[in-house]
């Protein structure tokens, strides 16, 4: 069964540190990984799709990375406004409609 | 463009009854998928609908079921309601049901079992 594990679980921040958010996952065949962004109370805000080993993509302050094992969000000179909770999800090959998620990191970056 | 809109926002229900949480999916997309999301954890699969079939479900028992409209649009209903169904209920719409695309989720429905 896939399995998706986030570390760490919480990480405080001071504004302009830059680090990273890890994403360890189990999965038969990737169909794609997908980061998402979660603002408490409300549904997450999708971030970015990786297909395939090596692959990066970024968005402003954000690098999203991925090798066969696991996937790096790298945060760099974070701002207050980058707090939230970071969830990764796995679709596999076999039952791609699925999206298993993690239980997130949740950012708090002090100003 | 109008996202996923869910309804309502926040639900209080007492032990036994039942629920029923609506989803409108973005306009073009033709997948909605359903997810639980307890407090602390991620979201958990419970089912994906395709053109008015279900085409995926999750590990949750039979009082929990799921239909898709011709619009697209779709019904979630919780029955024999329990403590432990307290959650927020997001639904995702796709535009395609074989994945590898990403879903864009509504803010949810807060359900609060009593």
């Known amino acids: 069964e896939d399995q998706v594990t986030q570390s760490p679980e919480a990480l405080r921040l001071q504004e302009g540190e830059s680090s990273s958010l890890n994403c360890s996952y189990t999965?038969?065949?990737?169909?794609?990984l997908f980061w998402y962004r979660q603002d408490p109370g409300k549904g997450p805000e999708f971030l970015f799709t990786l297909y395939s080993a090596g692959e990066e993509k970024e968005k402003e302050r954000l690098k999203a990375t991925l090798t066969k094992k696991e996937s790096f969000l790298h945060i760099t000179a974070p701002k207050p406004e980058d707090s939230a909770t970071y969830l990764c999800?796995?679709?596999?090959?076999?039952?791609?409609?699925?999206?298993?998620f993690g239980d997130g990191t949740t950012l708090t970056v002090k100003p | 463009d109008a996202g996923v809109t869910q309804s309502p926002t926040h639900l209080i229900k007492t032990r036994g009854q039942h629920v029923t949480l609506r989803c409108s999916p973005i306009s073009g997309h033709k997948s909605v998928s359903w997810y639980q999301q307890v407090l602390g954890q991620g979201p958990q699969f419970i089912f994906q609908?395709?053109?008015?079939?279900?085409?995926g479900r999750g590990n949750f028992p039979d009082r929990f079921s799921a239909r898709q409209f011709p619009n697209y649009s779709s019904e979630l209903n919780v029955n024999a309601l329990l403590l432990g169904d307290s959650a927020l209920y997001l639904c995702?719409?796709?535009?395609?049901?074989?994945?590898?695309?990403?879903?864009?989720f509504g803010q949810g429905t807060r359900l609060t079992v009593v």
């Open positions: 999965v038969s065949g990737l169909r794609g």
């Open positions: 995702a719409s796709s535009l395609t049901w074989t994945g590898g695309t990403e879903a864009f």
């Open positions: 999800a796995v679709q596999e090959d076999t039952n791609a409609g699925k999206s298993t």
């Open positions: 609908y395709y053109e008015k079939e279900e085409r």
